[in-house]
T-cell receptor, first 112, second 114 residues
């Protein structure tokens, strides 16, 4: 089955710790994205990547980092510099930047 | 700053009725328009996309786009309780030529009553 996987589904961390969220896709999509969703809010773009070894900041990149070493993988690190990291994190992919995006199941991160 | 506006709802319709969801956007240069369905606690699922003015039908769903008035709507015919979810409108492309960014509305909560 083609799709996007994210792991883990739930993640709990103590404040001050970095944490890495996994995103893998087997759709052969070139573009990948990270969003966060907070209750009552729309999705906000954190980072996106058009091709391997290239990525760009979105609207709320501060406190986050990404890498794109393989076409299939786009991990997101939430660093201790992110002031409000507790959120629902969604990874998406598309054939290219202007095409429809498909979402993975999400990772719910709680930092206490 | 691009904006996408949706009525937060909740929109409540009886089973079998037509549900009409509306979305307006601020950037006249927007090129692509998407509707996602999001069940509580789940990730968004793409249900429709539309690029040209007019109507696009897919099963019980119809997307309508009016670029002159800068609105896009989603009609759900023969609504079912399983359609109860939050519907997100998303708009891509801007007049500056950067097509990467999907700007999402905050969503409309639809409840279909049996």
């Amino acid at each position: 089955d083609g799709g996007i996987t994210q792991s883990p589904k739930y993640l709990f961390r103590k404040e001050g710790q970095n944490v890495t969220l996994s995103c893998e896709q087997n759709l052969n999509h070139d573009a990948m994205y990270w969003y966060r969703q907070d209750p009552g809010q729309g999705l906000r773009l954190i980072y996106y990547s058009q091709i391997v070894n290239d990525f760009q900041k979105g609207d709320i990149a501060e406190g986050y980092s990404v890498s794109r070493e393989k076409k299939e993988s786009f991990p997101l690190t939430v660093t201790s510099a992110q002031k409000n990291p507790t959120a629902f994190y969604l990874c998406a992919s598309s054939r290219g930047l202007s095409y429809e995006q498909y979402f993975g199941p999400g990772t719910r991160l709680t930092v206490t | 700053q691009k904006e996408v506006e949706q009525n937060s709802g909740p929109l409540s319709v009886p089973e079998g009725a037509i549900a009409s969801l509306n979305c307006t956007y601020s950037d006249r240069g927007s090129q692509s328009f998407f509707w996602y369905r999001q069940y509580s606690g789940k990730s968004p699922e793409l249900i429709m996309f539309i690029y040209s003015n007019g109507d696009k039908e897919d099963g019980r769903f119809t997307a309508q786009l009016n670029k002159a008035s800068q609105y896009v709507s989603l009609l759900i015919r023969d609504s079912q309780p399983s359609d109860s979810a939050t519907y997100l409108c998303a708009v891509n492309g801007d007049s500056g030529g950067s097509n990467y960014k999907l700007t999402f509305g905050k969503g409309t909560l639809l409840t279909v009553n049996p």
